[in-house]
């Protein structure tokens, strides 16, 4: 699967090159008599033309020539210095760094009738110089606006539940939808991230009563396990004593000298009918 997408990534890649080829072309007989006349006015006006048309871009920017309307290249220019042509040729500057996007939030329905407003951030750059400024008018405007398209048709069929636990796959799919739709406009989506789910106040309201109507079912499940347990423990503990009467005298005068050692006071307790007997008797 990975070698497919590859060589279909590949096949993109090189129908992209050579659409930008064809418009690129050879220039006509005209075109290359105004270069050639443009050549020689820089060549008379050397030092004035030189710091005029002399340009520089930064190591995160390309520079796209167009020479009378076309592609003076395959690829795009820089970093570094390079000189253009007055009068004949033009340029435009790509910024290649990461840009960020905030998603505003967008009203949402979801698939079983609940309406969300949900936002998000998306991540992107520009990986083709070439294809972002001849195959689109505004590739980063286009970009932010499929974004907002791409949340809503995504969310529209997850329900609630989905929305609130699968954020990280909704953020995958979103992703690879954005990324596949902008590939022929020279922009890789690197990532989408989901930031926010807002509620109706009535929705949320109705959550917190179910929440905590389901803790309250757990916590009286839980005593009543715990009741059942010192029952049982307590049946146990008699059978065990019931099997030995002195253990229940020893346990009696545990329970008496733990009392006393809590609080100093007087105890009078009666004394157990069998060691009374024998004076009884007497």
């Not at 030189?50 to 309307?69: K, M, P, Q």
């Not at 290649?96 to 998306?122: A, M």
């Not at 001849?134 to 809503?152: G, I």
């Not at 020893?250 to 157990?272: D, G, M």
């Amino acid at each position: 699967m990975e070698m497919e997408d590859q060589m279909e990534s590949q096949k993109r890649t090189g129908s992209q090159e050579d659409l930008i080829y064809e418009r690129t072309g050879s220039l006509g007989y005209i075109d290359r008599f105004i270069v050639i006349l443009s050549g020689m006015i820089t060549l008379l006006l050397f030092p004035l033309t030189f710091l005029f048309y002399l340009e520089i871009v930064t190591d995160y920017e390309r520079a796209v020539i167009f020479r009378l309307g076309r592609i003076i290249d395959r690829r795009a220019k820089g970093p570094g210095v390079f000189l253009v042509l007055p009068c004949i040729d033009t340029f435009v500057r790509v910024d290649l760094r990461t840009i960020s996007f905030d998603i505003p939030p967008q009203e949402i329905l979801t698939k079983d009738s609940v309406t969300v407003s949900v936002d998000g951030v998306l991540y992107f750059r520009v990986k083709d110089p070439i294809a972002s400024v001849v195959n689109v008018s505004d590739a980063n405007l286009s970009t932010c606006l499929l974004a907002q398209t791409t949340l809503r048709n995504v969310l529209g069929t997850k329900n609630l539940s989905e929305v609130l636990s699968d954020r990280e796959i909704i953020a995958h799919a979103m992703q690879s939808s954005l990324d596949e739709a902008t590939d022929p406009w020279g922009i890789k989506v690197e990532r989408v991230e989901i930031k926010d789910v807002k509620l109706p106040v009535q929705l949320q309201r109705a959550m917190a009563a179910e929440a905590e109507a389901t803790r309250e079912a757990r916590a009286k499940v839980i005593a009543a396990e715990g009741e059942m347990n010192a029952s049982r423990a307590l049946k146990e503990a008699s059978l065990v004593i019931a099997e030995s009467p002195s253990a229940l005298q020893l346990r009696y005068l545990q329970t008496l000298s733990n009392i006393a050692a809590e609080k100093n006071s007087t105890i009078i307790f009666p004394l157990p009918i069998d060691m009374m007997s024998p004076f009884m008797r007497k």
